[in-house]
């Protein structure tokens, strides 16, 4: 088939994604010209072109801060708390979802268990400050049993607690369909022979089940490697106040308030793009370690 004759053929096929071509161009690649500004005194009113060169300053500026350390350091603590326990939560839940052999009890709970996933941030706030406030449903539970109300939501003590629980009851049941379907890989009769050897449920769980699933487990743990700074932007804007800035302010939070609250553009920029760097360091890393520990390429 000569070149002529295939594009004849395939046009249609190369027609239908001219739309995403241009979706990424326009909305990906094209606003990374503003990059320039983390390296400038960016002014809207002299635009990219003449706002004055200054180098590094910005980055300089932004190390030097003296809650520098406290930002980083809670962007790490929530986002690797999230990924270790929705991971190891996950593995749990599907464990029993697996073991479960009443089909209407097992549906009911995946459905009860998925739910959260798919409600955005601003719902599940106002849920939870009605819920956590001084007078919500959990301190007056916490009243009828003689314990005294806490500041769930404007306490460093118990804010990034909160925020980490909160961020595991809505991600964790998304997160066991992966395994849910690794464990369908498993061939019934292992399980079939080790009970007529006289193995038990937990023992065949430990030696047939998750030896068959930790290939997907370590993929899923090397992959999520890239997410170590993304702590939950939409879930703490909603969430935290500047009484919990000691403990629940991340790099997402610093830039919104810096660049969009404060109009210091330029400083903004200069963060985002040493998070970006990172995180790109980091992803890199993870797809190394899927590659070298799972087998997992994307080409």
């Keep these: 088939m000569t070149l002529q004759q295939y594009l004849r053929r395939a046009w249609p096929l190369y027609v239908m994604i001219v739309p995403g071509i241009v979706f990424v161009l326009l909305f990906r690649y094209y606003p990374m ?6 390296f400038q005194d960016f002014s809207p009113a002299k635009g990219f072109l003449n ?20 930002i980083f350091g809670n962007t790490l603590i929530i986002s690797v708390s999230k990924i ?12 029993l979802l697996n073991e479960a052999r009443h089909l209407f009890f097992r549906r009911s709970i995946q459905t009860l268990i998925y739910l959260p996933h798919f409600l955005s941030w601003i719902v599940l706030g106002g849920i939870l400050l009605d819920i956590l406030s001084v007078r919500g449903i959990l301190n007056q539970g916490l009243g009828l049993i003689g314990i005294e109300s806490q500041l769930f939501l404007g306490s460093n003590d118990w804010f990034r607690g909160t925020v980490i629980a909160s961020g595991f009851w809505k991600n964790v049941g998304f997160s066991t369909i992966v395994y849910l379907a690794a464990l369908t890989a498993i061939n019934p009769v292992l399980h079939e022979a080790a009970a007529i050897d006289g193995a038990g449920r937990f023992r065949r769980i430990w030696h047939i089940t998750l030896p068959g699933i930790r290939p997907t487990i370590v993929l899923l743990a090397a992959l999520s490697l890239g997410d170590v700074l993304q702590a939950g932007f939409e879930q703490i804007l909603t969430l935290y106040n500047p009484a919990v800035y000691r403990t629940g302010d991340i790099i997402d939070t610093y830039v919104y308030r810096t660049g969009l609250i404060s109009a210091q553009y330029s ?6 793009l040493f998070k970006s760097f990172i995180g790109f360091i980091l992803i890199v890393i993870s797809y190394w370690l899927a590659d070298r520990y799972a087998g997992y390429r994307i080409l």
Aim: aromatic share 20%; net charge negative.
């Design 84 to 95: 270790v326990l929705d991971q190891v939560g996950a593995i749990i839940l599907a464990l």
């Design 51 to 70: 706002s004055p060169w200054i180098g590094w300053a910005n980055f300089e500026f932004f190390f030097s801060l003296p809650y520098f350390g406290r």
């Design 267 to 272: 400083l903004a920029g200069a963060v985002g």
């Design 33 to 38: 010209y503003g990059v320039v500004i983390a």
